[in-house]
């Protein structure tokens, strides 16, 4: 094995993986340079986590760290008490960082507005007033309707500085997945905007509200919302509904900045954030105050070597998400970053966007999904090549396993060979980083996200949850609780039971497959559920199956994610229709059903390919075989087909698909 110590450089380390290890002078200016981090954390990890709590500042200290009692609800630093945005904001301002940019903001049309610490504190004050003299407090839940604008911050932070827990749901779902998510939470206030800049137009969002709260569900109950405060962005014309409708800007004129936060016990719910699971009911994943705000801000100073007085960060995640809630929000402003918001997709006007943000900002660490740098790549590095990206010094890389061939041009073209690139694992559930290098200290493999952090034990196991041994591979869990861990699903701790802790009893089960190899690196393999991964975005097989047959031409519909050059994996679907509607063409009835997931869902679940067919693949006791099919969207050979109950059934499928994509 040769060792060089510039990284950039391979080293040689096996047949096929070459390591990149840090450079020398990587290292030398590193926040974690010594590998005695790991085994510290190991040897106490409760001790560990504690010291990382007492970075922030609490109103009340907590004496104890971890409450296990009664698995698997933990409670992390319960008697302790602080106030989440007081850590994000006041506390820099005191600290004398008033004047610090913590958001330079882009809009897609070009409009930009810095912010710093203190305006932005003094604005979150000013929205906090203007809730509460609407009427919200502790305890309460706010639905977040948002494009990608400081405003949303804001209003995530003014809910936590209340001690409301926030329910952001991302721009892109339909009026009915708005609906069933403001329902589940019982949420009374809904912020919104008229509408967004996205793609070079402007895309409305308060239509969409007013869609959602007129949706009547037969059973005469009206929604839970009582007040919508509208942001002006789009400048689109909106309907304002008399006693309901509010305009942000008219309510927060009469409110000051004058505003105290108070301390709300650690455990005190956060945020509710939806995610798809393996049924058609998204589930409200529950992350609460103290223990979620630690792992979120050592997390983003330690894997991506944070120097908050120097650093320009970007993470390209849109807030909807779990990514733009820990490392937009709650990780960045925890640890007085200075960060891009950029409102608008890569594309616009043209491919050259966000590397002209890049070279405008000085951006030194930026953050974002292998979908992403594969479009990019598609595109070709003579875009990015025109741009100044020599501020660049860490990227960041999540939401799905990062290509070996992507890793290497975003290492190469993006990082200019130089800046190492962290692979983060980590789920809604995880709320923070779980598995990634540390950028100091491990020598990168492309397409690994190689270690757990200190402080958190993870695990490949067999079905029996046993280890599996090196150069195995397994299911990933994490064997002991950890400070961001997911608290329960909104209203159904049986679901979180059943879902997380009923396969293996005391470790979580992640839903991921792994593999580790010889030196103990985790390879993530991809969901081993029947969750996919479209551009990074979690979607679940059995929520568009059962949008499909709602429709009222479908008889039967299977689903499966079929793997996609750019966007990792792409909904394929398969359906069956009703014989009176087998008139409807192919060719209408494919894009009428495409447009159908996408107004039932949104246009993320929209599927690529929708195929009638006559038959599914079934085994004798009537189960689909979506593996099969999956095969077939693949243009793969199909595998053993002894099981089913009528053999020919794939033959014709493959068929089917064949000359469809031959066309
Ligand atoms: C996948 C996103 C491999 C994984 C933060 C996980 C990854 C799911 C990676 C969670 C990665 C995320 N390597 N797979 N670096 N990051 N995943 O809840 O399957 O939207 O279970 O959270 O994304 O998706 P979620």
Redesign the pocket.
């Known amino acids: 094995m040769s060792d060089t110590t510039s990284n950039g450089k391979i080293e040689s380390h096996s047949l096929e993986v070459e390591t990149y290890p840090p450079s020398a002078e990587f290292k030398a200016q590193a926040n974690l340079s010594d590998s005695s981090v790991y085994w510290k954390a190991a040897q106490d990890p409760e001790a560990y986590w504690a010291g990382r709590a007492r970075e922030l500042k609490w109103t009340k200290p907590f004496t104890e760290v971890l409450d296990w009692s009664n698995p698997p609800f933990a409670k992390w630093f319960q008697d302790g008490e602080l106030n989440v945005a007081a850590n994000c904001l006041d506390r820099h301002v005191s600290n004398g960082l008033s004047d610090r940019v913590a958001i330079h903001f882009e809009g897609e049309p070009g409009d930009t507005r810095t912010i710093t610490y203190g305006e932005l504190t003094h604005e979150v004050k000013r929205a906090a007033n203007m809730l509460t003299a609407l009427g919200v407090s502790q305890g309460d839940r706010v639905a977040i309707y948002m494009p990608m604008i400081p405003e949303t911050v804001i209003a995530m932070l003014a809910c936590a500085r209340l001690g409301a827990a926030h329910s952001v749901v991302f721009g892109g779902f339909s009026a009915e997945s708005l609906r069933s998510r403001i329902d589940d939470a019982e949420a009374e206030i809904v912020i919104t905007a008229d509408g967004g800049h996205r793609k070079g137009r402007v895309s409305a969002l308060k239509p969409t509200v007013d869609d959602a709260l007129r949706i009547d569900h037969g059973d005469g109950k009206a929604s839970t919302v009582k007040k919508v405060l509208v942001v002006k962005r789009g400048g689109n014309e909106v309907e304002m509904q008399a006693g309901r409708d509010l305009w942000w800007h008219d309510e927060i004129s009469s409110f000051d900045g004058e505003h105290t936060a108070k301390g709300f016990p650690a455990e005190n719910p956060l945020f509710i954030l939806y995610?798809s699971g393996t049924t058609g009911k998204p589930k409200g994943i529950l992350h609460t105050s103290g223990g979620y705000l630690t792992q979120a801000a050592a997390t983003h100073s330690d894997v991506f070597d944070l120097k908050p007085e120097s650093d320009v960060y970007w993470c390209t995640a849109d807030v909807g998400?779990?990514?733009g809630h820990s490392y937009v929000v709650y990780g960045p402003l925890a640890n007085g970053a200075t960060q891009v918001i950029y409102e608008g997709t890569p594309d616009s006007p043209d491919w050259g966007r966000w590397w002209q943000i890049v070279e405008k900002y000085k951006v030194s660490i930026l953050y974002t999904a292998p979908t992403a740098i594969r479009s990019c790549m598609k595109v070709g590095r003579q875009v990015p090549e025109q741009y100044d990206l020599s501020s660049i010094r860490v990227l960041g890389?999540?939401?799905?396993?990062?290509n070996p061939e992507a890793w290497r041009w975003y290492h190469e073209v993006i990082g200019g060979g130089k800046a190492p690139i962290v692979?983060?694992?980590?789920?809604?559930?995880t709320g923070a980083m779980m598995i990634a290098p540390l950028p100091g200290l491990t020598s990168l493999k492309p397409g690994s996200?190689q270690a757990a952090q200190p402080g958190i034990d993870v695990n490949v196991v067999d079905d029996n949850g046993n280890r599996v041994d090196p150069g195995h591979g397994g299911l990933l869990t994490i064997r002991r609780p950890w400070p961001s861990m997911v608290r329960t699903i909104w209203g159904d701790d049986q679901r979180f039971i059943d879902t997380y802790w009923e396969k293996f009893g005391d470790q979580y089960f992640?839903?991921?497959g792994a593999r580790v190899d010889e030196d103990g690196d985790i390879w993530?393999l991809?969901?081993v559920d029947d969750v996919m991964?479209v551009s990074?975005?979690?979607l679940s097989t059995t929520e568009i199956e059962s949008s499909l047959v709602e429709h009222h031409a479908v008889a039967e519909a299977a689903v499966v994610g079929a793997d996609d050059e750019t966007t990792g994996q792409a909904v394929v679907a398969f359906v069956i229709l009703k014989s009176q509607q087998q008139l409807l063409t192919p060719e209408a009835a494919e894009a009428e059903l495409r447009q159908h997931v996408s107004a039932q869902i949104g246009a993320i679940a929209r599927p690529r390919q929708v195929f009638i067919v006559n038959e599914l693949p079934k085994t004798r006791s009537g189960k689909i075989m979506r593996r099969l099919l999956k095969q077939a969207a693949e243009g793969k050979e199909i595998g053993d087909t002894t099981t089913l109950a009528d053999t020919a059934v794939m033959q014709t499928i493959s068929a089917r698909v064949r000359s469809e994509q031959g066309k």
């Open positions: 995610t998400w779990i990514t890389s999540v939401g799905e396993p990062i692979d983060t694992w980590w789920q809604t559930e996200a992640a839903g991921d993530l991809g969901r991964n990074g975005h979690r």
